[in-house]
């Protein structure tokens, strides 16, 4: 069976087997900055964002979403010119060894653009599902605060 996205505003077309999912099309495609952890949609590593709302790709049917837009963390920054997410996780110490990091970006990258202002409750509820082992999460707090109003000053 034949799918297409869009993935990071590029079109692709994969062919995939029959309940397949999302992660595993992603990663055999070359998408390795989508994470694979838990395969139950507990730990948020593999998180992406379908339609602009954040999903754990593992538990996603790969069928499902044809057709929709799916966003990694390469399609909101680069190296070159980071996200201010990136760049505020890098400046608050909130990425230690990276695994969970693009799924957490990503989940804060989704709350910050339906609620600019989000309190530390927000980004709380937010976070829940995205396990961070390294660093805990007050950084990671911080960092989306940051981020927040640098949005809001236009630096990014």
Do not use: W
């Not at 790709?57 to 837009?69: F, I, N, P, Q, Y």
Request: hydrophobic residues 35%.
């Amino acid at each position: 069976m034949k799918v297409r996205y869009s993935i990071n505003g590029k079109k692709k077309e994969f062919e995939i087997e029959a309940g397949e999912v999302l992660l595993d099309v992603l990663r055999r495609n070359g998408y390795f900055e989508v994470k694979g952890n838990c395969y139950m949609g507990t730990c948020g590593t593999c998180t992406v964002l379908i339609d602009g709302l954040p999903y754990t790709s593992c538990t996603m049917l790969a069928a499902k979403v044809d057709g929709s837009e799916i966003t990694t963390i390469k399609g909101i920054g680069t190296l070159q010119n980071p996200h201010p997410l990136q760049k505020a996780f890098v400046e608050k110490g909130a990425v230690q060894c990276g695994f969970c990091t693009p799924g957490t970006i990503l989940v804060a990258y989704a709350l910050l653009k339906s609620n600019p202002d989000p309190t530390d409750d927000d980004i709380k509820k937010m976070l829940d599902g995205n396990l961070c082992r390294c660093t805990g999460y007050v950084q990671q707090i911080e960092a989306i605060k940051l981020a927040a109003k640098m949005l809001k000053k236009g630096d990014g």
